[in-house]
């Protein structure tokens, strides 16, 4: 049951039932709350990946030769670690020493002028190294998702680097005082978890004693969000609970429902904790909000092209075509209708992208035909670079609430390290045995063991000889004790030519 709850349409279904729930659970009310049309376009979006899955991924596919892509797996993982750790490390050297940024006046008050100047059209000082760091750091990912898939395979040293190559996505979060690459790294790990769940594996790789480094990872993660929330609130003037009140009713426009405000008020719940909640719970719930926003105002807006999701464009038009002036109208347009800044799932992602509905539901099919090859590529080869790419199909699922696949923190980079990483497997993976090569037939005759007998004592027909016939004990894919497996090689007759 659960490897069928881990087909790309039926674990969409799922992920938004469950966020459905929590939205409609969650005791704040907002302002802009979706309404008729912003809930159709989302249903819209989550049938037509769900179709294009369907396609592809259906009628099951039949079990091949378990591809062995795991020969050079050791030295991909050290190779993709070392790039992605030195990718962060260029970043880092590029916001420090080369930007010119005014450190001193604290990280959170220099996000909030670097992104007022983004807006205003400000030009931004960028070295080389920030964009050689932007391409290498999504390595770091791959090489993590390598360990965790195939980690019984790894040498111990390949192993720990594989682990250490979270530290390069930790300091690129740290250097933008923002949790969200770390996010990523955690629903990454956990889609890991799935394709192993999906291929009757242990959730995670053993002989690596990972769960303290988990909790290690969980607890630091909490205290990390949690500076940046209060740090967030220094800056903003936030001083007690009708201060933040006030500010997410003027700028996130929600108040919280009356028992839970009613709560913090008689100290029922402390404010600080009410507040936490709230901050959480916005984060995690108000993309539909978006949407509406997008229904409110789409005469306002034109088609981007994928400058919404694939951050990375905008600067690169700021560099080489700031004539066109692309970044700054879709900048310009999205402030205006109030969308600059927010969540906006993954379907109003595609419509910002997109422009139209049209574009919104051929680009999604194409997302989940994407999706169901991955799977079913899975389930017939087992093959490691297959694994991979599933793992990030199940991460784009998985953050299909929030954003759209190449939304978050610069995700289409790693969805093509990724991509990349899996072509390298794909090429240098070891061919299947010889009887495979050379075009045998492979038969099961099942419970019949007078046909099975007659099919063995009998000659082969013209042109086909019988390699091997005999028992094979019973297995899971066999019916029963007397599964005989006769395996017959095609040879070309010299009149063929």
């Known amino acids: 049951m659960l490897k069928i709850a881990l087909r790309p349409d039926i674990f969409m279904g799922i992920v938004w039932a469950i966020f459905i729930a929590i939205y409609f659970a969650i005791p704040i009310q907002y302002v802009h709350a979706p309404g008729l049309v912003a809930w159709q376009l989302m249903a819209s979006g989550i049938l037509a990946f769900c179709w294009g899955s369907i ?45 010119g940024q005014e450190w001193s006046v604290g990280i959170t008050a220099l996000r909030d002028r ?31 998702c390598l360990f965790l898939l195939g980690g019984e395979k790894v040498g111990r040293f390949a192993g720990w680097l594989g682990q250490a190559s979270v530290s390069a996505m930790v300091i690129y979060a740290i250097l933008y005082w923002s949790p969200v690459p770390i996010v990523l790294v955690v629903v990454l790990a956990i889609s890991c ?76 719940f402390a404010a600080e904790t009410v507040m936490n909640f709230i901050s959480y719970a916005f984060y995690l719930t108000h993309s539909p909000t978006t949407v509406q926003r997008f229904v409110e105002h789409e005469q306002q807006l034109s088609a981007y092209y994928g400058l919404y999701q694939i951050g990375i464009l905008s600067p690169l038009f700021d560099v080489f075509a700031p004539q066109l002036r692309l970044p700054e109208t879709m900048r310009e ?5 109030g969308l600059n800044g927010w969540f906006p799932n ?92 050379q075009g045998f037939l492979i038969r099961r005759i099942r419970r019949h063991p007078p046909i099975a007998r007659a099919c063995c004592s009998c000659p082969p027909p013209r042109g086909i000889s019988t390699a091997w016939s005999g028992k094979i004990p019973p297995d899971r894919g066999s019916a029963g004790p007397y599964s005989i497996i006769i395996i017959a090689g095609f040879r070309r007759s010299p009149s063929a030519h």
């Open 55 to 99: 396609v592809v991924s259906l009628p099951p596919p039949q079990l091949g030769h378990a591809a062995d892509d795991s020969k050079y797996l050791d030295g991909i993982i050290a190779t993709c670690a070392v790039a992605g750790i030195a990718g962060a490390l260029l970043i880092a050297l590029d916001k420090v020493f080369l930007s």
């Open 114 to 144: 670097r992104f007022v100047d983004v807006m205003e059209g400000v030009a931004i000082k960028r070295s080389w190294l920030l964009y050689a760091g932007y391409l290498t750091v999504p390595f770091s990912c791959a090489s993590f």
């Open 193 to 268: 978890t799935f394709v192993r769940i999906l291929l009757g594996r242990s959730v995670l790789p053993g002989g690596w004693y990972l769960w303290p480094n988990i909790l290690a990872v969980v607890a630091g993660f909490l205290i990390y969000n949690n500076a940046i929330l209060a740090s967030r609130r220094q800056v903003g003037n936030i001083h007690n609970y009708d201060d933040f009140l006030r500010v997410a009713w003027e700028k996130w426009n929600l108040r919280p429902s009356m028992w839970l405000d009613d709560a913090a008020r008689s100290g029922s």
């Open 333 to 337: 347009q999205l402030a205006a209708a």
């Open 346 to 437: 993954a379907w109003c992602a595609w419509l910002l992208d997109g422009g139209d509905f049209l574009g919104l539901i051929l680009v999604v099919v194409f997302w989940g035909a994407l999706s169901g090859a991955a799977y079913r590529a899975v389930v017939k080869s087992k093959s490691l670079a297959g694994q991979l790419m599933l793992a990030f199909a199940y991460t784009a699922i998985l953050l299909s609430p929030f954003n759209g696949p190449f939304g978050m923190a610069n995700s289409v980079l790693i969805f093509c390290s990724f991509a990349a990483v899996s072509l390298w497997l794909s090429l240098r993976r070891a061919p299947p045995p010889a009887i495979e090569q």
